[in-house]
Structure formats: structure tokens, C-alpha cells
């Protein structure tokens, strides 16, 4: 493999990913033994870890707070202990839950690490760490919206908090988090939204479930009640040593000479119930601080580096199915594993308040069990053992899922449509002796997706478009004297609009766009140890906008290591709600 791309993870955790990262030296420095919060805007100046991505919104109520973390350190892989009670001064119902926490690595020589909370064997945070620099102890907060797990919080849960961490005489740095929950009452200004009644946890007790191939799952076995009408499954896939960098795999024949990672650069989340296929979730190409060259992600970090989103697969199709009174199996599986994946979902099911039993079932699904990507390798190897050329890999997926459900209030159908695409394109140039190493990726993963919902008369459609494109371009040049040129630049964006009408009527359109675009040269030693920090810049934006005239739009830019510039506020119209 590429010395960049090379994983160096042991005990499952989260490594740097190359020699030289592995070998790059910090000095030990005193160790603060607390959270270090940060101001809520992104400082100019500061090294802190940055984003664009805005924080959650919140009612006009006072909200109750309830503490689940308070400067727990993190330091092995035991993880912190979580006990919650329900607020008493705000009993419910809420009209938001928002997750907060943050968190401070010490500075010194600290991985990137995973990061996850779970309440009750559900997960209510997921993310990674900053790495810290020797004069660098990074600070960064985190929010989340967890309304949509109100069942959860309405009884007392255990649960953990895990930051698997080593800390030792090489590797220093120690995590230290805080986080707490906030309760906000409902009021006429901002009443309680429909939430759903049962939360179902698709994990390992108080963690994620280990992927390392195809076949392997994380299962749930379901027992619910007969009265379900809607049903949605919140999916997080996360690669993790062989396959951190799965964007830059290749055909596991070819994957030697290209000094990269096997079973191809495609990689796709699948759903089934009870063994039948049952919806498709794409993988996103998240890139930790560590990744490739951590100088690239300090201080503006990649797409949802520190926060991962889940993804939301919509089960109402099979929504009847589950509510026959029988048991049933949900299981996640990740296509292409190659050791390995983590994954963890939340099944948030919607039951009929006007009726203890209804009937339905699936009239018909189109969605094959697995997909059948298609790979075209173009290489050719020299007389000097260069191996140029192309790799690339598609898949294309087009189905569509049809449920009913007899209801207190009538019979509802649902057909989820949905077309899946993937492709990456990859071109290399590379000799394992003389160098250059060149590796450049342009990937597309996109869904385009229709929900048709017919209540009685009345006919609802939901489209969406989610993209996930991807560019990426590393060089790797081998100097006169022996030392080495690390050129790495990427472009990563997330991209989602969403449009509603009701019997023919649009009544709602929204659109997000976020990206993040980053580009660093380092000098590396014959050993590849770090002989200078990197010398780059990096930019993020983050604009979100939709026909009620909500607008959010954020842009940070950087250089070597420090924030230069914060915009907020361009491109809204405050006059002009469509866009």
C-alpha cells in the first residue's frame, strides 16, 4: 500500500494511517485534566478543530439539563459508565431533546479515536476525535438532535460512554469529555412534534457490531406491537482498518501492485427483514483527522469527521408485515467488507394511536439481496516495474417497495422508489522502489428517491436527492536526497435537497450543500517521520435553505493550521424564501 494509506492500527482502535505518521514524534507536554470548552463560533486564529456545520436550533422554552458525562477521562478502553433519570421539573412533552457534548485532548502524540454514547444499547452520539499536536491540546463541541428518541428518555437508562483510548510512554494524549441532554417544554410557540413510540437498538449491547466480510450482520430481533404504521431505521456504518481508506481500494488482484487496499473501492450498507432485502444505505466517505495527512484537517475538519450523521432508511413499506404478532429479524450488512466496518442503527417505529391492532402487509419489492457492481481495470507494468492506468467500479440499483397498513383512519399504502448509483474512478502511476507514488479518485454516490404515501384521497410524495461526491489526489515523491515529497488534496461534499406535495400540490422544498476542500505539502524524512508541518490551506461552507424561509450559511477558511476567516450569513434572503 501507499506509505500514507498504510493502516497501522492495533487493538482495533484508530491509527494514523502511514510510517510516517507512526513514526512522527511529539513532545510530552503537561496533561490539563478537564474539558476545555470552546466559543460557539469558530475562532480566527485558532488551531481548534472547525466546522461549518451549524448548531442545533432551539425553542423559546427554558431548558431543563441533564448531566450524562462531566470531565470523564478517557484513557483505556473501559469507557465511562452513563446513568440518566428523566428530568422532574420538565416531565414532557418536549418540543426538542438536543444532545450536547465536549471534549479535550491533551496535548502530546494521541490517534484519532471513535467515539460513541449509548443509552439503553442505543446509540445517541457518534463520531472521532482531533488529534493533538505537542503544542497543540484541541478543543471541540458537538451537538445533536435526539428528539426523535423521546421514548428513550421518557424512563431511567444506563448506559456507556466509550472513547477506546491508549495511553502509555509513546502515545500520550488523554480524551476528556463532557456531555449532558436538554429538555425543552413544549409551548403554543413550539408545540411537541410526533415522535416515534418505540426506539429499537440494532447494536452490541453499548456498542457497534464488528463487519469484517460481506456475510457478517448486526441483528435485532423484534417483538412489536400490532398496532405499527410507520417504521424508519437510522443507520451508521463506519470503516475501520483495512477498510478506513475503502475509497481507494481496488480489485484484491491488483490491489499489490497498486500498494492499496482489496475488494474494490465500493463499498454499500443492506437492509434486510428476515432475510429478504428490505432497503440500500451508502457509505459515506468519512476522512478521520489522522487521514492521509493530519495536517490537512487542522483546524477545519473533514465532512462530519467529529459528528457522524445517520443515514435514514424508510421500512414503512414493511410496516404491516412487522405489526402480524409475529417475531421478526432486521439485520445490517456492509457489501465489500474487508476488516473492517462498525455499524449501529436506531429502528424508530410509529405506532396507531386509534387502534391496538392493524393489518397489512408488503404487495411487492423490486430490491435484489445484493448488488452487482461492474469493474473495468486498464493497467500496464514497465520494464522498471511502473504500473500505470485506470480502476474503476460501478454499481447501479433501481427498485421500488410497496406496504399497506389498515389503520384506524383507513387503509395506507406506501412504495418507496429509489435509484442507487456508484462510481469511482481511479488512475495510477506507481513504483514500489523509485517512486512517484500518484493515486487520483473522483467518486460520485448518489440516491435518488420517491415515497408515495395514499391515505384515503389524499396522495403525499417525498423525493429527495442525496449526493456524496468525492475527489482526492495524493503524490508521493521521492527526493534526490533520499527524503520525500507528500502532496495530498480532497474535496469532499454533502449534498441534499428534498421536496414535498400533497395531491400534486409541492408544499415544501429544502437544499443543503456542504463541503469541505483541503490541500497540504509535508516534508518527510528517508524514515518518513514528519520533518516540518505541513504547508497547506483548506476551506469548508456549509448553506442550508428552504420554501419557509429558513436559511443557515456558514464558510471558514485556513492556512497552515490556523482558521483565517469566518463568513456567516451569505447567500440568505431574508425577502425571498424560494430559492
Known amino acids: 500500500m501507499h506509505k500514507a494509506l498504510s493502516p497501522s492500527r492495533v487493538d482495533g482502535v484508530l491509527p494514523s494511517v502511514s510510517k510516517f505518521l507512526l513514526l512522527a514524534s511529539l513532545a510530552l507536554?503537561?496533561?490539563?485534566?478537564?474539558?476545555?470548552?470552546?466559543?460557539?463560533?469558530?475562532?480566527?486564529?485558532?488551531?481548534?478543530?472547525?466546522?461549518?456545520?451549524?448548531?442545533?436550533?432551539?425553542?423559546?422554552?427554558?431548558?431543563?439539563?441533564?448531566?450524562?458525562?462531566?470531565?470523564?477521562?478517557?484513557?483505556?478502553?473501559?469507557?465511562?459508565?452513563?446513568?440518566?433519570?428523566?428530568?422532574?421539573?420538565?416531565?414532557?412533552?418536549?418540543?426538542?431533546?438536543?444532545?450536547?457534548?465536549?471534549?479535550t485532548v491533551t496535548a502530546g502524540r494521541q490517534f484519532d479515536r471513535s467515539a460513541w454514547f449509548y443509552l439503553g444499547d442505543t446509540n445517541i452520539f457518534y463520531g472521532t476525535t482531533a488529534e493533538p499536536r505537542a503544542a497543540l491540546s484541541p478543543s471541540w463541541h458537538i451537538e445533536r438532535d435526539v428528539t426523535d428518541l423521546t421514548a428513550l428518555f421518557k424512563s431511567p437508562q444506563t448506559g456507556l460512554a466509550s472513547i477506546g483510548n491508549i495511553v502509555n510512554s509513546t502515545y500520550t494524549g488523554i480524551i476528556y469529555a463532557s456531555a449532558a441532554l436538554e429538555f425543552y417544554p413544549a409551548s403554543w410557540q413550539a408545540p411537541a412534534p410526533v415522535t416515534p413510540d418505540i426506539v429499537v437498538p440494532v447494536s452490541s449491547g453499548n456498542g457497534p457490531v464488528t463487519l469484517n466480510t460481506t456475510t457478517d450482520q448486526a441483528t435485532a430481533t423484534l417483538n412489536l406491537p400490532r398496532n405499527v404504521e410507520k417504521v424508519y431505521l437510522d443507520v451508521i456504518s463506519q470503516s475501520q482498518i483495512g477498510d478506513e481508506f475503502w475509497y481507494l481500494c481496488v480489485p484484491s488482484a491488483v490491489a499489490g501492485e497498486l500498494e492499496t487496499c482489496g475488494n474494490t473501492a465500493f463499498?454499500?450498507?443492506?437492509?434486510?427483514?428476515?432475510?429478504?432485502?428490505?432497503?440500500?444505505?451508502?457509505?459515506?466517505?468519512?476522512?478521520?483527522?489522522?487521514?492521509?495527512?493530519?495536517?490537512?484537517?487542522?483546524?477545519?475538519?473533514?465532512?462530519?469527521?467529529?459528528?457522524?450523521?445517520?443515514?435514514?432508511?424508510?421500512?414503512?413499506?414493511?410496516?404491516?408485515?412487522?405489526?402480524?404478532?409475529?417475531?421478526?429479524?432486521?439485520?445490517?450488512?456492509?457489501?465489500?467488507?474487508?476488516?473492517?466496518?462498525?455499524?449501529?442503527?436506531?429502528?424508530?417505529?410509529?405506532?396507531?394511536?386509534g387502534s391496538k391492532e392493524v393489518s397489512g402487509g408488503v404487495l411487492s419489492n423490486t430490491l435484489t439481496a445484493a448488488p452487482n457492481p461492474e469493474v473495468v481495470q486498464n493497467l500496464s507494468?514497465?520494464?522498471?516495474?511502473?504500473?500505470?492506468?485506470?480502476?474503476?467500479?460501478?454499481?447501479?440499483?433501481?427498485?421500488?417497495?410497496?406496504?399497506?397498513?389498515?389503520?384506524?383512519?383507513g387503509r395506507v399504502e406506501t412504495t418507496v422508489a429509489q435509484k442507487v448509483n456508484f462510481l469511482s474512478a481511479q488512475t495510477f502511476n506507481v513504483n514500489p522502489v523509485t517512486q512517484p507514488e500518484i493515486q487520483n479518485l473522483v467518486q460520485t454516490s448518489t440516491v435518488d428517491s420517491e415515497t408515495t404515501t395514499r391515505d384515503s384521497f389524499l396522495i403525499e410524495k417525498t423525493?429527495?436527492?442525496?449526493?456524496?461526491?468525492?475527489?482526492?489526489?495524493?503524490?508521493?515523491?521521492?527526493?534526490?536526497?533520499?527524503?520525500?515529497?507528500?502532496?495530498?488534496?480532497?474535496?469532499?461534499?454533502?449534498?441534499?435537497?428534498?421536496?414535498?406535495?400533497?395531491?400534486?400540490?409541492?408544499?415544501?422544498?429544502?437544499?443543503?450543500?456542504?463541503?469541505?476542500?483541503?490541500?497540504?505539502?509535508?516534508?518527510?524524512?528517508?524514515?518518513?517521520?514528519?520533518?516540518?508541518?505541513?504547508?497547506?490551506?483548506?476551506?469548508?461552507s456549509y448553506r442550508s435553505n428552504d420554501s419557509l424561509g429558513d436559511c443557515y450559511s456558514r464558510s471558514l477558511t485556513a492556512a497552515n493550521q490556523k482558521l483565517t476567516s469566518v463568513t456567516d450569513g451569505k447567500g440568505c434572503h431574508d425577502h425571498n424564501p424560494w430559492f
Open 267 to 353: 463499498r454499500e450498507t443492506e437492509i434486510s427483514i428476515d432475510g429478504k432485502p428490505a432497503g440500500v444505505a451508502p457509505v459515506y466517505p468519512w476522512i478521520y483527522t489522522g487521514g492521509l495527512d493530519p495536517y490537512l484537517w487542522e483546524p477545519i475538519t473533514g465532512v462530519q469527521t467529529l459528528d457522524f450523521k445517520p443515514y435514514r432508511v424508510d421500512l414503512t413499506p414493511f410496516a404491516g408485515l412487522l405489526a402480524d404478532g409475529s417475531t421478526h429479524t432486521v439485520a445490517v450488512s456492509v457489501y465489500n467488507a474487508n476488516g473492517y466496518f462498525l455499524s449501529t442503527a436506531n429502528m424508530l417505529v410509529y405506532t396507531d394511536h
Open 463 to 540: 423525493t429527495r436527492h442525496i449526493s456524496f461526491p468525492l475527489t482526492l489526489d495524493y503524490t508521493l515523491i521521492n527526493n534526490p536526497d533520499g527524503t520525500f515529497t507528500q502532496t495530498v488534496s480532497v474535496d469532499q461534499r454533502n449534498l441534499h435537497t428534498e421536496a414535498k406535495s400533497l395531491d400534486g400540490f409541492s408544499y415544501f422544498h429544502s437544499n443543503t450543500q456542504e463541503q469541505v476542500a483541503s490541500k497540504d505539502t509535508i516534508q518527510l524524512s528517508s524514515g518518513f517521520s514528519i520533518l516540518a508541518p505541513g504547508v497547506g490551506t483548506s476551506s469548508a
Open 381 to 409: 507494468t514497465d520494464s522498471s516495474g511502473t504500473t500505470t492506468g485506470t480502476v474503476n467500479v460501478g454499481s447501479n440499483r433501481t427498485f421500488s417497495i410497496t406496504g399497506y397498513v389498515n389503520t384506524s383512519h
Open 29 to 103: 507536554c503537561t496533561a490539563s485534566a478537564q474539558v476545555v470548552p470552546v466559543p460557539p463560533t469558530p475562532q480566527v486564529g485558532s488551531s481548534n478543530p472547525a466546522t461549518a456545520e451549524p448548531l442545533v436550533s432551539r425553542p423559546p422554552t427554558k431548558p431543563c439539563v441533564v448531566s450524562l458525562l462531566s470531565n470523564a477521562a478517557f484513557e483505556n478502553f473501559n469507557g465511562a459508565p452513563l446513568t440518566y433519570a428523566p428530568p422532574a421539573a420538565c416531565p414532557g412533552p418536549w418540543a426538542k431533546v438536543v444532545l450536547t457534548a465536549d471534549f
